[in-house]
């Protein structure tokens, strides 16, 4: 069993940067791919990015977001990150993160959730 939580969310103008933070409970963490999702207002889910779990030189990044964000994870710390750069109107949503036993683009490959965290991005 492993447990979410996001934080870092917050309304920010075009732009600017944020950083997501994703605290994974559980001492397998290590085991799990991990992956952000964001969903905005009517809407799908919708993979943002992705991280291996054996090798943090492994990643996936929807086209919306490479070059702009990055994810990392920190295992000491259980925890992984999204740093958003270049902030746009249109990345504004919900951003989840999500633990599975492979690095995919779909939310159904995942088997655990946080509760999400909130970005705005104002023009």
């Known amino acids: 069993q492993v447990q979410l939580v996001e934080s870092g969310g917050g309304l920010v103008q075009a732009g600017d940067s944020l950083r997501l933070a994703c605290a994974a409970s559980?001492?397998?963490?290590?085991?799990?791919?991990m992956g952000w999702f964001r969903q905005a207002p009517g809407k799908e889910r919708e993979g943002v990015a992705a991280i291996s779990w054996w090798s943090n030189a492994i990643t996936y990044y929807a086209d919306s977001v490479k070059g702009r964000f990055t994810i990392s994870r920190d295992s000491a710390k259980n925890t992984v990150y999204l740093q958003m750069n270049s902030l746009k109107p249109e990345d504004t949503a919900v951003y989840y993160c999500?633990?599975?036993?492979?690095?995919?683009?779909?939310?159904?490959?995942?088997?655990?959730w946080g509760q999400g965290t909130q970005v705005t991005v104002s023009s």
């Open positions: 999500a633990a599975g036993s492979k690095m995919a683009a779909r939310a159904i490959e995942y088997d655990y």
């Open positions: 559980g001492r397998t963490f290590n085991r799990y791919a």
